[in-house]
T-cell receptor, first 114, second 112 residues
Framework: NAGVTQTPKFQVLKTGQSMTLQCAQDMNHEYMSWYRQDPGMGLRLIHYSVGAGITDQGEVPNGYNVSRSTTEDFPLRLLSAAPSQTSVYFC?????????????FGEGSRLTVL | EDQVTQSPEALRLQEGESSSLNCSYTVSGLRGLFWYRQDPGKGPEFLFTLYSAGEEKEKERLKATLTKKESFLHITAPKPEDSATYLCAVSPLSTNAGKSTFGDGTTLTVKP
């Protein structure tokens, strides 16, 4: 079982460039989410999805876009990268609904914006 | 607004020196409180879920407890391999089960 797979693991962008962070899960989980983690800080929720075709904003959504066309995939798009988006990004999934809510995380994507 | 505060930010222990990590929370109806372990350069790994005050869960040298306002992660006779950042999170009843608010974490270092 692969669990949650994120690509790429590392990326360097120039200010203004766009890119997509990929996330796929093979556990048939309803719920998927993106968090960012900055040094010395906890995880902050960017966007989440409770099922295919349904997405919503988290705590820090500005500058990011998401879509969920399948249960398995939940890509995160940076439309015009800014240095403030330098961070480590984690994708996570959960059974969702009224279940217990424990999250399963990917290994992270480390993004540097110059 | 849901809030999670963890203390201390960092904890250094000698091997075998037991201690506790604290997680204080405010949430409008608790679905579950979660503890995760995060190793450097890795994603968080789920440890425990606690649902109601008075509940306890154990795994090897770790024991998690829950009251109505805080949770403790007790580490008994720690070993160097217990060194990691420990994250606490809460999920409220009012949202989808997967939506969690995280604390900033406690970084534990265990010296041999």
């Amino acid at each position: 079982n692969a669990g949650v797979t994120q690509t790429p693991k590392f990326q360097v962008l120039k200010t203004g460039q766009s890119m997509t962070l990929q996330c796929a899960q093979d556990m048939n989980h309803e719920y998927m989410s993106w968090y960012r983690q900055d040094p010395g800080m906890g995880l902050r929720l960017i966007h989440y999805s409770v099922g295919a075709g349904i997405t919503d904003q988290g705590e820090v959504p500005n500058g990011y876009n998401v879509s969920r066309s399948t249960t398995e995939d939940f890509p995160l798009r940076l439309l015009s990268a800014a240095p403030s988006q330098t961070s480590v990004y984690f994708c996570a999934s959960s059974q969702g609904g009224t279940n217990t809510g424990e999250l399963f995380f990917g290994e992270g994507s480390r993004l540097t914006v110059l | 607004e849901d809030q999670v505060t963890q203390s201390p930010e960092a904890l250094r222990l000698q091997e075998g020196e037991s201690s506790s990590l604290n997680c204080s929370y405010t949430v409008s109806g608790l679905r579950g409180l979660f503890w995760y372990r995060q190793d450097p350069g890795k994603g968080p790994e789920f440890l425990f879920t606690l649902y109601s005050a008075g509940e306890e869960k154990e795994k090897e040298r770790l024991k998690a407890t829950l009251t109505k306002k805080e949770s403790f992660l007790h580490i008994t006779a720690p070993k160097p391999e217990d060194s990691a950042t420990y994250l606490c999170a809460v999920s409220p009843l009012s949202t989808n089960a997967g939506k969690s608010t995280f604390g900033d974490g406690t970084t534990l270092t265990v010296k041999p």
